[in-house]
């Protein structure tokens, strides 16, 4: 008989939101406690250490398993988005205490009807949705209307309104206690604290620290979209920023001028800013000069790349 040193747990996959919340419910009758892990897929160390967190809180652990077409605009990169569910279930494995459920719904927006179809007769007025565009009659949307708005709001207009829907309709079948998020995605992570918190969600939502590669390159589902070239010119994100932050914590307290240095390093090293933002940590208003604890929020382009990064600053 084969010995092995792990214990490795094989999750349940369930894929049908009735299913879903019955054992959700089941479980809770007992008086266990559940964390949900939220996910796109393509795991990596950064989705694990989310799920290391959640056990750290919780008893049982379900992770999401679902590409949101609701924050895709027609125009991005949802079907070239990487995914390999096969490898998920095995690095879920893997874990230390495994994961209790992998809910892996086919698609949260197909209500059963079969008025899908094209909506060209509509008039389209700004950007939209994949959901929309492909006429699937889902008309509900979730907005957390002033946090949403600057940094990556801008560039993407639809895609916070996306992400706090499917949040919601997440945080509906699974009825979890605590929810893990990566504070990579910060703006993201504090328009789920805010909408959990406007909308009376009995649900603690908790930021995890951002998980680096070895060179300090913060770990994403789309880092293997680079070219050797373009990952190296990358670093100059993280380099930067970890120099913007030693600068505030000498002194240097002028947002503009922090700014301008990280611009130009990224410029210099390839990149193309997307947005480089100093903002107070709660409200996510852009700061003149640091007085009470910002974070230094940065999108940019490496080739085909887009990728986001930040830091805290505590001065």
């Not at 040193?5 to 369930?14: G, R």
């Not at 957390?144 to 509906?172: D, H, Q, Y």
């Not at 009376?200 to 789309?222: C, H, K, P, Q, T």
Request: aromatic residues 8%; hydrophobic residues 35%.
């Amino acid at each position: 008989m084969k010995s092995s040193h792990k214990n490795e747990k094989e999750p349940e996959i369930i894929t049908n939101k009735n299913q879903m919340r019955k054992w959700s419910r089941a479980m809770r009758s007992q008086g266990k406690t559940i964390g949900l892990v939220p996910t796109m897929g393509y795991l990596h160390e950064g989705h694990i250490s989310l799920i290391k967190e959640a056990h750290k809180l919780t008893n049982l652990i379900v992770v999401s398993i679902y590409l949101n077409p609701g924050q895709f605009s027609p125009t991005e990169d949802l079907s070239t988005y990487p995914s390999d569910f096969d490898g998920d279930i095995q690095r879920l494995m893997a874990v230390p205490g495994g994961v209790d459920v992998v809910f892996h719904p086919y698609n949260l927006y197909d209500y059963g009807n079969s008025s899908v179809g094209g909506d060209s007769e509509v008039e389209k007025k700004g950007a939209v949705s994949c959901v929309e565009e492909r006429g699937l009659g889902h008309e509900t949307w979730v907005r957390v209307e002033r946090l949403e708005k600057g940094m990556c709001g801008k560039s993407r207009p639809v895609f916070f309104r996306g992400v706090a829907t499917v949040v919601t309709k997440l945080f509906n079948i699974v009825e979890p206690d605590v929810a893990v998020f990566g504070k990579k995605d910060y703006q993201q992570w504090r328009i789920i604290q805010r909408m959990v918190r406007d909308l009376d969600f009995s649900i603690e939502v908790i930021g995890s620290d951002i998980v680096r590669e070895n060179d300090g390159l913060a770990m994403s589902s789309r880092n293997v979209h680079l070219s050797t070239e373009e990952r190296k010119k990358a670093l100059s994100i993280n380099r930067s920023l970890s120099r913007a932050k030693f600068a505030a914590e000498k002194g240097q307290v002028n947002s503009g001028e922090l700014r301008n240095m990280i611009i130009q390093e990224i410029n210099e090293a390839g990149g193309r800013i997307d947005y480089a933002e100093i903002v107070d940590q709660e409200t996510l208003e852009a700061v003149e000069e640091i007085k009470s604890p910002v974070v230094f929020c940065i999108a940019a382009w490496f080739g085909k790349v887009r990728l986001i990064d930040n830091m805290e600053i505590n001065i």
